[in-house]
């Protein structure tokens, strides 16, 4: 079952702050944030395990609502770098397969 | 730079012909992952092997095949080609099958072209 992403797309100018939310209809038990740049591969931000863990990574930081089965990046005073589509993948057993499903992805665009 | 490796980088190839697709995973990692990646359908899991086995099954073809071999290397065939399985190819590694904190690291693609 594919995570849904929100929102889509979102547009900032750099400084602003900006939640990309995924949720899920089925019990999680990782989320996994990666960001795209046009063309390139998916880059690794951070895991979040249930527990609702927050982690954070430079001005990034993630919580994971194990109530809600939802995930929130959060990102803050946004730069130019920050630019690109995020991911989160969702992972429902834990053990001995790391099957991630993608959601479809929320397009950041940071202006300056 | 993630360390994982993948080879070509781009592919140009007519209907119905056969390609195949390599990857290296990052030193020490046993796990190997392939997705693909479309406009319409996403980063989409297509499967993935652990120390040369298979471990799970996503939404890949039968026209799809991988496999793993000794030295971790893998490789994916894809035969009978449509046009829409253009498509960029990821190859992902992990240190492990399974168990908290396992991060897949992705390389940098292939893109196929069918024509």
């Known amino acids: 079952q594919q995570p849904v992403q929100s929102p889509q797309a979102v547009i900032l100018r750099e400084g602003e702050d900006a939640v990309i939310n995924c949720s899920s209809s089925k019990a999680l038990y990782s989320v996994h944030w990666y960001r795209q740049k046009h063309g390139e591969a998916p880059v690794f931000l951070m895991i979040l395990l249930k527990g609702g863990e927050q982690k954070g990574h430079e001005k990034i930081s993630a919580s994971f609502n194990e109530k809600k089965q939802q995930s929130s990046l959060y990102l803050t005073a946004s730069q130019l770098s920050y630019s690109g589509t995020y991911f989160c993948g969702t992972e429902m057993n834990p053990g001995s397969a790391r099957q991630l499903t993608f959601g479809s992805g929320t397009q950041l665009t940071v202006l300056p | ?115």
């Open chain 2, 1 to 115: 730079d993630s360390g994982v490796t993948q080879t070509p980088k781009h592919l140009i190839t007519a209907t119905g012909q056969r390609v195949t697709l390599r990857c290296s995973p990052r030193s020490g990692d046993l796990s190997v992952y392939w997705y693909q990646q479309s406009l319409d359908q996403g980063l989409q899991f297509l499967i993935q092997y652990y120390n040369g086995e298979e471990r799970a099954k996503g939404n890949i073809l039968e026209r799809f095949s991988a496999q793993q071999f000794p030295d971790l290397h893998s490789e994916l065939n894809l035969s009978s080609l449509e046009l829409g399985d253009s498509a960029l190819y990821f190859c992902a590694s992990s240190v492990e099958a399974g168990g908290p904190g396992d991060t897949q690291y992705f390389g940098p693609g292939t893109r196929l072209t069918v024509l």
